[in-house]
């Protein structure tokens, strides 16, 4: 019962680099999401996206880009690291009816120096 | 405006007492209401949800909704030092896909 698994789970980058956080799903669900979690701050919304296809922008997209591989798979890709994106990253994973219930994969901790 | 806001705490209450978190939200067409707790280092872990105006009872934890005030709350009944974590709102907004979170309350038990 894998639910929501992230790789990596930590990352060390220099400013400028590129890197992708990779997600999978095998509960079947239609929504994935990507969050990144900073002391005080809660959960926010990078990008999200509602079925296979479709990406839209969250509450704080900018210096990020997402792909939704396949029903499975949402990845997130920042194209040159900013120190202001060392965080914790989330992905979840919920269906669209039902309980709406988001599952959560393990998280990923980014450093950016 | 935040579109989901919590006090960030933290919340201090003595083993036993009831505790009382506080969210309110800005989209009068949401629909969906969550509480998620989440251990230090830990992910989200969801403990209630509720859809339509009243209250939810589940175990110790009662989740309450007033969609006219836009107001959402839980209450922990019999508080366990386990209970020791920082509580999310969520709500999805009208559209029923983009899920929003607060900040998050820290709630301490003390034993």
């Known amino acids: 019962n894998a639910g929501v698994t992230q790789t990596p789970k930590f990352q060390v980058l220099k400013t400028g680099q590129s890197m992708t956080l990779q997600c999978a799903q095998d509960m079947n669900h239609n929504s994935m999401y990507w969050y990144r979690q900073d002391p005080g701050m809660g959960l926010r919304l990078i990008y999200y996206s509602a079925s296979e296809g479709t990406t839209d922008k969250g509450e704080v997209p900018n210096g990020y880009n997402v792909s939704r591989l396949n029903k499975r798979e949402f990845s997130l890709r920042l194209e040159s690291a900013a120190p202001s994106q060392t965080s914790v990253y989330f992905c979840?994973?919920?269906?669209?009816?039902?309980?709406?219930?988001?599952?959560f994969g393990q998280g990923t901790r980014l450093t950016v120096v | 405006q935040k579109e989901v806001e919590q006090n960030s705490g933290p919340l201090s209450v003595p083993e036993g007492a009831i505790a009382s978190l506080n969210c309110t939200y800005s989209d009068r067409g949401s629909q969906s209401f969550f509480w998620y707790r989440q251990y230090s280092g830990k992910s989200p872990e969801l403990i209630m949800s509720?859809?339509?105006?009243g209250d939810k009872e589940d175990g110790r934890f009662t989740a309450q909704l007033n969609k006219a005030s836009q107001y959402v709350s839980l209450l922990i009944r019999d508080s366990q030092p386990s209970d020791s974590a920082t509580y999310l709102c969520a709500v999805i907004l009208e559209g029923g896909f983009k899920t929003i979170f607060g900040a998050g309350t820290r709630l301490f038990v003390k034993a």
């Open positions: 979840a994973s919920r269906d669209s009816t039902g309980t709406r219930k988001a599952f």
């Open positions: 509720i859809y339509s105006n």
